[in-house]
Antibody, heavy 116, light 107 residues
Framework: QVQLVESGGGVVQPGRSLRLSCAASGFPLRDYGMHWVRQAPGKGLEWVALISYDGTNISFGDSVKGRFTISRDNAKNTLWLQMDSLRAEDTALYYC?????????WGQGTLVTVSS | DIQMTQSPSTLSASVGDRVTITCRASESFSKWVAWYQQKPGKAPHLLIYKASNLESGVPSRFSGSGSGTEFTLTISSLQPDDFATYYCQQYNTYPWTFGQGTKVEIK
């Protein structure tokens, strides 16, 4: 069945970088656009980024534009989120999700804490 | 950006009640709205896509409707497993945006 497993979260100082990974299995990653969504502690959901099935179309939420990049390797069944110039307000649980009928499959998330 | 204003933010209801949650969009569009359920400590789970299409495996007591600027999620008869937080989301235009969430609590 569809499985998405995020990794790479941790505690990082403001201004530093972190790279998240999402390992996909159970479906052909090359056929799907993929997304990152985050949720700050006790808060709602915030859409972060999209990468199209072939990597040619990319979009970001306003709060991360210019600081985050998204990439994928369909042969390795992996999605990445490179997060630079991290801020305290980037502290959140980061989910990767498959784009299909809306966001139809989600991982369990990886926690990023930005703190000095 | 399209803003999705969800109401109410909290809803107290009893088992068997009919429950309706509303999302109002800041711009009009046809049908690209999804609804998700999230339980504490768990990832969100897709319930409804394209405003009114029931995701496979989701109980038929859940339904969605709407177009333009107003979209609704209805639970026809609330069950114990339905106490959770619900989010709407528009995927008509990037950046995609979520409503603020509705927490459905036991009355």
């Amino acid at each position: 069945q569809v499985q998405l497993v995020e990794s790479g979260g941790g505690v990082v100082q403001p201004g530093r970088s972190l790279r998240l990974s999402c390992a996909a299995s159970g479906f052909p990653l090359r056929d799907y656009g993929m997304h990152w969504v985050r949720q700050a502690p006790g808060k709602g959901l915030e859409w972060v980024a999209l990468i199209s099935y072939d990597g040619t179309n990319i979009s970001f939420g306003d709060s991360v534009k210019g600081r985050f990049t998204i990439s994928r390797d369909n042969a390795k069944n992996t999605l990445w989120l490179q997060m630079d110039s991290l801020r305290a307000e980037d502290t959140a649980l980061y989910y990767c999700a498959r784009g299909g009928r809306g966001l139809d499959s989600w991982g369990q998330g990886t926690l990023v804490t930005v703190s000095s | 950006d399209i803003q999705m204003t969800q109401s109410p933010s909290t809803l107290s209801a009893s088992v068997g009640d009919r429950v309706t949650i509303t999302c109002r969009a800041s711009e009009s569009f046809s049908k690209w709205v999804a609804w998700y359920q999230q339980k504490p400590g768990k990832a969100p789970h897709l319930l409804i896509y394209k405003a009114s299409n029931l995701e496979s495996g989701v109980p038929s007591r859940f339904s969605g409707s709407g177009s333009g600027t107003e979209f609704t999620l209805t639970i026809s008869s609330l069950q114990p497993d339905d106490f959770a937080t619900y989010y709407c989301q528009q995927y008509n235009t990037y950046p995609w945006t979520f409503g603020q969430g509705t927490k459905v609590e036991i009355k």
